[in-house]
């Protein structure tokens, strides 16, 4: 748990490596500038499992041979050592060319193993190990959950099954061989496509035989071995292939996997239709597991799914898991083409997976649902995780140049600016040459572990266009502010927009180079119309875009008959903070007026963040302020507009999170005075617009069954967010009504909805509530966790001891990921005002939580550290107290290299 990650870097390791048994290394950072490619290929994988609870068997044949790239600058192949991977592991035999091995010929130590002279010659290298599944609580390698086997080997799991060259850039063909007892695991799964299956020792044990014959770095490999339902199904591809879809969940839950089956099918379509992209095996599987470390995973042919994310029906998931399930669906199958047949180098080109496949999920999302509402969700997700990561001490590149511990970087930074990152090459480059770059890219890398750069040239080589400094935004970290003004003469009928760009200084880069920008821009004239944009140069702006390079422009537009009012950033084309000085009265003509609907709740959203803002300083001299009426008079204008569909409204009418106000501010935050602020504006809007939200949430309700589609979820989200504003009020029939949705929900939708309000109001109805949640549902494992997670984030003074108490429900468990982030996650996380209590009580509680965690799962205590990151950020008397608690972990004993990473650099940053 303790060691470092190995040097997967040389290909040639250091000559003098410690003597076995080794002490666990002081963390050691890998950079990006060290990368080698590795000393040895392995070209062929077979691997024979034979399963067991605690001590699964795992024989692996590796075909290996001397890299010829990477010989020594004479050209001459040196034979070197060679040095494979491997992390807890039981050491059986080792044999080079069937020749057993003497412990004189390799070297062992607790991160791998050395062959000291290996042949200059390719040659076969078999290997036996043992692992223990059911004392993997790390869940990475092979371990148990819910009686299944399974696999997680991203990023560097693979490593924990077998001795192995565990780098992304080492691509090789797998046979799979599992043996089991039937009873325990009738189902066998691997990657590519089934060979063979059989029954041995008169029915004791039984095998099955998985080929695929598509190289892949070991991080995709995937096993799976349970007593598991299968649903079954098919897909004929393109050019009329049929594929055998599977998935495969706990029994009594097959019906539930019934909405993720639609996905994939829509998922697969839509990737041959808009990318031109054909699936390639015979069978796609999907295994939905309960505990998981993160989302799903992309294994070839061999998908694995934490449950929450596969499993719904209208009675256990909400509109948005349901939304998620088709989106990560729609992302691990995309990854098949962008991961899989061509991966990544090396894991600090993660992002060129990534990225690239957030942007195709949030493309796919976009077609299926509604456009605007989509890019809306996205833009909110980005700015609520990413930018706050961007402004503190865990800001990093899209592409990192150096890490401790790779799955620290599974990030918003990676993950959603990565995606912002590709999807501005579109207003850059036109839509037809990025369609044309994306298929070069595809034909010129497919079967390669491939680079940033590699996929960026794909796009110069098509369009022509130089994008040497589009690719600082790889490499610079922080959000640009783009700082406007807009003067306009009316004499001379011109209108000059000035934009300048500022770059943040982040840790380690203080000063930052001007980027390649496209800024999308309107000018509305008075009565809401589109004026032309002409260039005072002759020029016009196709499509709006202005593409910025350096740090200051001016654009002077000329024929401009009125005072124009501007519409900056529309549909979001770059991942930038936007500062320009607009009247009140121009940001409610914006509301009003603006052809880019996007743009239109862009001013909705930050007419709700001053107006939060203005509020809170307001309340901090001790008065009181009637700041929000204006506001919710604006309000009221667009969400009875019928010419506006549902979703989007309720998206209007959704205020800025109270994470979200306290970004903004950025300084000296007090997140109780922004609690009250938040309050306060939703019983102003709630009153004043009383009526309209009434008549709203009695023409919203469904009538006839349930449909996950985008229109019915789009009216269930808006009759909702109405429920939240009109509960604000805080009157007695308002109290009734919510009581009343609980009660008479028939999806869990609205009731998961009522339950987080009850929960945050709390007195006997929360508390009627909450007990008929739980008794319905404690033998849900998925659905209990909304149960927990509405606790965790009532904003009452007492739930730090609710939430203590609920670590010890016999429902909780530590070792179960989605335990923790339902609870505790959804506390530090979900619950702003009392995680940073003023007694330092509920930092005391998450950093005594992270410590338990960080002997059982690394990677989920790294991850709750998180909660952290705008430590710094908060009013001097919370930001001590924050200080002092994470000063205690950063001095603990034996902390995991996940953990000791993060906590350095929030201290430090
Ligand atoms: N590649 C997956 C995410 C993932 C990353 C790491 C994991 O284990 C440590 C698991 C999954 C995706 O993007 O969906
Ligand atoms: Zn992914």
């Not at 970087?409 to 995606?419: P, R, S």
Request: charged share 25%.
């Amino acid at each position: 748990m303790n060691a470092a990650p190995s040097l997967a870097w040389d290909g040639a390791p250091a000559a003098e490596e410690p003597v076995l048994p080794m002490k666990p290394e002081t963390p050691r950072a890998i950079h990006l500038k060290d990368y080698r490619p590795p000393a040895y290929l392995i070209d062929k994988v077979a691997l024979d499992f034979d399963l067991d609870k605690t001590r699964t068997r795992v024989r692996s044949r590796l075909s290996v041979r001397p890299n010829p790239d990477a010989r020594g600058k004479a050209g001459a192949l040196k034979p070197v050592p060679l040095r494979l991977d491997g992390e807890n592991l039981e050491l059986a035999s080792i044999a080079l060319d069937l020749k057993p091995l003497g412990k004189k010929d390799y070297r062992l130590t607790d991160s791998g193993l050395t062959l000291l002279k290996p042949p200059s010659e390719p040659f076969t290298l078999e290997i036996v190990t043992f692992v223990d599944p059911e004392a993997n609580k790390a869940l990475s390698g092979l371990y148990r959950t819910n009686n299944v086997y399974c696999t997680q080997c991203e990023a560097e799991g693979f490593r924990r099954i077998t001795y192995f060259l565990d780098r992304p850039d080492v691509l090789a063909t797998y046979t799979v061989r599992i043996e089991a007892d039937p009873n325990e695991a009738p189902i066998l799964l691997s990657n590519g496509n089934l060979l063979e299956r059989g029954v041995l020792q008169g029915g004791k044990r039984h095998y099955a035989v998985w080929r695929d014959p598509f190289p892949k770095p070991c991080y995709l490999f995937a096993l799976v071995g349970g007593d598991l339902a299968p649903i079954a199904s098919s897909f004929r591809t393109m050019s009329g292939r049929e594929v055998a879809l599977g998935i495969y969940v706990e029994h009594g839950k097959e019906e539930r996997a019934a909405w993720a089956m639609d996905s994939l099918k829509r998922a697969m379509r839509w990737d041959e239709q808009r990318f031109g992209r054909e699936y390639d095996l015979d069978v796609f599987n999907i295994v939905a597991v309960s505990d998981f470390n993160m989302g799903a995973m992309e294994n070839k042919g061999l998908n694995v799914f934490n449950d929450r994310l596969l499993l719904a029906s209208p009675e256990t998931a909400t509109d948005t898991i349901f939304e998620a399930i088709e989106a990560v669906i729609a992302h691990e199958y995309f990854h098949n083409w962008t991961g899989d047949r061509i991966t990544c180098r090396d894991w600090f080109q993660l992002c060129l997976k990534e990225g690239l496949t957030v942007f195709r999920d949030q493309e796919f999302s976009a077609d299926e649902r509604s456009a605007t509402v989509q890019r809306i969700v996205d833009v909110r997700q980005l700015k609520t995780h990413q930018f706050a990561e961007d402004a503190g001490p865990l800001a990093h590149p899209v592409r990192p140049e150096s890490y401790i511990e790779i799955n620290n970087f599974y990030t918003a930074t990676v993950y959603e600016k990565g995606a912002e990152v590709v999807r501005m090459l579109q207003p850059l480059l036109g839509s037809e040459d990025f369609r044309r770059g994306m298929d070069l890219y595809f034909e010129r890398h497919d079967g390669e572990a491939a680079t940033v750069e590699d996929f960026v040239r794909c796009f110069e080589d098509v369009s022509g266009i130089d994008l040497t400094q589009f690719r600082l935004w790889y490499s610079q970290a922080g959000t640009p502010e783009l700082v406007c003004a807009l003067r306009y003469d009316k004499g001379k009928k011109t209108a000059e927009l000035d934009i300048e760009q500022v770059l943040p200084a982040t840790p380690g880069q203080p000063h930052k180079k001007p980027l390649h920008i496209p800024v999308k821009l309107g000018l509305l004239s008075g009565n809401g119309d589109e004026l032309a944009l002409k260039l005072d140069s002759g020029e016009t702006v196709p499509d709006g875009i202005l593409p910025l390079t350096k740090r200051k422009h001016t654009f002077r537009f000329v024929d401009v008959p009125s005072r124009p009012v501007p519409s900056l950033l529309r549909e979001f084309s770059a991942p930038v903070n936007v500062t320009i000085d607009l009247s009140d009265r121009d940001v409610e003509f914006l509301m009003a007026n603006d052809g880019d609907l996007f743009n239109r709740w862009q001013a909705a959203n930050s007419f709700a963040t001053r107006t939060l803002v203005d509020m809170v300083s307001i309340l901090a001299q001790g008065k009181s302020s009637a700041r929000g009426n204006r506001y919710a008079k604006a309000l009221g204008a667009t969400i009875v507009s019928d010419a506006l569909e549902p979703a989007y409204r309720a998206e209007v009418l959704k205020l800025p999170t109270q994470a979200d106000v306290a970004r903004v501010i950025g300084k000296n935050v007090d997140p109780a005075l922004i609690h009250r602020a938040h309050r306060a504006l939703s019983r102003m809007i709630g009153r004043a617009l009383g009526d309209t939200l009434e008549t709203l949430y009695a023409s919203m309700a469904g009538n006839g069954a349930f449909s996950p589609d985008a229109a019915s979820a789009g009216r269930r989200a808006l009759r909702n967010a109405a429920l939240t504003l009109l509960s604000a009020r805080g009157g007695k029939a308002d109290a009734a009504r919510l009581a009343k949705h609980y009660a008479d929900a028939t999806n869990m939708t609205d009731r998961a909805h009522a339950l987080f309000l009850l929960a945050a109001e709390g007195g006997p109805a929360a508390e009627r509530a909450l007990a008929d949640f739980r008794d319905t549902w404690m033998h849900d494992n998925v659905v209990i966790d909304t149960w927990f997670a509405a606790q965790a984030q009532s904003p009452l003074a007492g739930t730090l001891k609710r939430v203590e108490a609920l670590t010890r429900h016999p429902l909780f468990a530590l070792t179960a990921p989605n335990k923790v982030r339902a609870l505790i996650g959804a506390f530090a996380a979900g619950n702003p005002v009392q995680f940073n209590r003023p007694d330092g009580a509920g930092y005391a509680f998450h950093i005594d939580q992270v410590l338990a965690l960080d002997r059982i799962n690394p990677q989920i205590a790294a991850r709750m550290l998180g909660a952290f990151r705008s430590w710094r950020t908060l009013e001097t008397g919370r930001r001590g107290l924050a200080r002092k608690a994470l000063q205690r972990l950063a001095r603990s004993k034996d902390l995991s290299s996940d953990v000791h990473e993060i906590v350095s650099k929030i201290l430090e940053g």
